[in-house]
């Protein structure tokens, strides 16, 4: 074969080569999930942009009826977030919700076995139909004729919760109590002028309801 032909071979050989590569590294970035190729990347809806600072809305009202503390590592749960009134009744805890060390589903069981056994059948089942969300809801009445909630929760990957085991202890009554005191103060404070703003943010506009 003369050299002429083996060159000629060769570089069809090379260029294939390149071309397959071109359309294996396409299809590489084609199938890999989570990224997404586009010309304009959302950073803003309702009028509000992530990454801008929480101050460049005045107009935006803080409905903090509770306010929360964080705790970590703590007698074996990770963490976990207590609720506490500042209205009606300052300082009162309200709410806890703590998540288990172990998120195990071998250790849900445990736990569920051990609720069970202490408070007797749960009252309500709010988990889902697809066992990715199992939540097991007891309802309570204390001496003071205040209701008691209390919910035992195994999340696998639904991303509106945190995975793993978690216990909810909580008085809704009293929730209910103090976001009544908070909106009964915000309402005597609100000005004609506040009024008037509020009718204006009620307006709205496809610029304010599609992301861009």
Not at 37 to 56: C, H, M, Q, R, Y
Not at 164 to 188: A, S
Request: overall charge positive.
């Amino acid at each position: 074969m003369s050299n002429k032909k083996i060159s000629f071979i060769a570089g069809v050989s090379l260029v294939n080569r390149q071309f397959l590569s071109i359309i294996f590294i396409s299809q590489f970035f084609f199938l890999l999930p989570g990224i997404v190729f586009a010309k304009d990347i959302p950073k803003e809806v309702g009028g509000f942009v992530l990454g801008s600072n929480v101050t460049d809305y005045p107009d935006i009202e803080y409905s903090n009826f509770l306010k929360e503390v964080v705790i970590y590592d703590w007698h074996g749960f990770h963490k976990g977030i207590i609720s506490y009134a500042i209205c009606d009744s300052p300082g009162e805890i309200v709410k806890i919700k703590l998540k288990y060390a172990d998120s195990s589903k071998a250790y849900f069981k445990t736990l569920l076995k051990k609720f069970k056994k202490k408070y007797g059948k749960p009252d309500e089942w709010k988990g889902d139909s697809f066992g990715i969300l199992h939540i097991w809801k007891w309802k309570f009445v204390d001496e003071n004729n205040n209701r008691v909630h209390l919910i035992l929760q195994h999340n696998t990957k639904n991303p509106n919760e945190n995975t793993g085991n978690m216990v909810k202890l909580f008085l809704p009554d009293n929730i209910i109590r103090e976001q009544k005191c908070f909106t009964t103060q915000c309402t005597q404070s609100i000005s004609d002028e506040e009024k008037k703003k509020r009718q204006e943010r009620k307006k709205s506009d496809w610029k304010y309801l599609i992301p861009k």
